[in-house]
């Protein structure tokens, strides 16, 4: 029986900005395919509406922004991170926005949704805030796109220390080393954020697009061959056909640490 996927992201414009808000509050904004299809669909109506900067937000109340991808819909038979996966389709379509899109952070923030709020162009937090990639946790084989997004924000170095050990970035390193571009109040977070997407408004919307489409194009400028492509491939194809992606699942969704054998 196919779950109904929960939750949803509703999309508003002000006059050139448009603001997405995930509400999915049963699993603590986990990004569900509901969710991303919205996220995506909102997108690429601003994009028709001549929105010049985007806003996304979630309904977190300081606690938790997103935990990520619902990992009830993560697929056991497949490639759970593939190229027309909603997830990636949502990432690409933030990447192809012809403005800067703000993500606006005042919770913990997990896993795929880490993967989304780095990939946005800005990102303002509140001391609160944190950042954890978590596919070890779940025996999962991350992606290259999606490695390639942390080691273009962070750095190999901690983006290597982030992929390994699942641990959450809090506020203060996260400014440090690239995630965060500011740490705002939570009183001063929506109008800090508000007058910086404003601000942009006032520049030339042809110039911003033109700029953000080179920082994809030289952001993405990694040349690998088709037998290093194809041993990406099949290196994950072993984990996620593994025991241990099983293992990593059932556990999360038996409340109960997994108990990984490496096969
Ligand atoms: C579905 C959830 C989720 C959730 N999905 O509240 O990075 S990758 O490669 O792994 C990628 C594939 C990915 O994004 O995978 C997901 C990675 N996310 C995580 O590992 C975070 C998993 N969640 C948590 O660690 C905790 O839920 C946090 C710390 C986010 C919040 O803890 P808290 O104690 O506040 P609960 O754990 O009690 O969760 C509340 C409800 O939300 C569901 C969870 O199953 C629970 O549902 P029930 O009330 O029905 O039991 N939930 C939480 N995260 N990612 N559902």
Redesign the pocket.
């Known amino acids: 029986m196919k779950l109904l996927s929960k939750g949803q992201a509703v999309g508003r414009i002000d006059d050139k900005i448009g603001i997405i808000t995930i509400a999915n509050k049963?699993?603590?904004n986990?990004?569900s395919i509901k969710i991303l299809s919205d996220i995506t669909r909102l997108l690429n109506e601003f994009q028709n509406n001549n929105v010049t900067v985007v806003i996304i937000k979630a309904e977190s109340a300081g606690?938790?922004w997103s935990?990520?991808?619902?990992?009830?819909e993560?697929p056991l038979d497949k490639d759970?991170?593939s190229y027309f996966d909603p997830l990636e389709e949502t990432l690409r379509t933030i990447q192809c926005f012809p403005g800067p899109v703000i993500a606006m952070i005042d919770g913990?923030v997990?896993?795929?949704?880490?993967?989304l709020a780095i990939t946005c162009d800005i990102l303002i937090g509140t001391p609160n805030c944190s950042f954890?990639?978590?596919?070890v946790?779940?025996g999962?084989p991350?992606n290259a796109t999606g490695i390639l997004h942390f080691i273009n924000r962070v750095g190999i170095n901690v983006a290597k220390e982030m992929f390994f050990t699942a641990n959450p970035i809090d506020a203060n390193r996260a400014l440090n080393v690239g995630i965060l571009n500011h740490i705002v109040p939570d009183d001063k977070l929506l109008s800090f954020t508000w007058e910086m997407a404003n601000s942009i408004t006032k520049h030339s919307k042809l110039s911003i697009a033109v700029i953000k489409e080179q920082f994809r194009i030289l952001s993405n400028a990694y040349t690998i061959s088709p037998e290093a492509f194809e041993m990406i491939q099949g290196m994950r194809r072993k984990v996620y056909f593994s025991k241990d992606y099983i293992e990593g699942i059932t556990a999360?969704k038996e409340?109960r640490q997994p108990n990984f054998t490496g096969v």
């Open positions: 049963t699993s603590r986990a990004l606690k938790v935990a990520g991808h619902d990992i009830n993560l759970p991170l913990t997990w896993g795929g949704a880490c993967d954890a990639i978590t596919p946790k779940l999962l991350y999360f409340k």
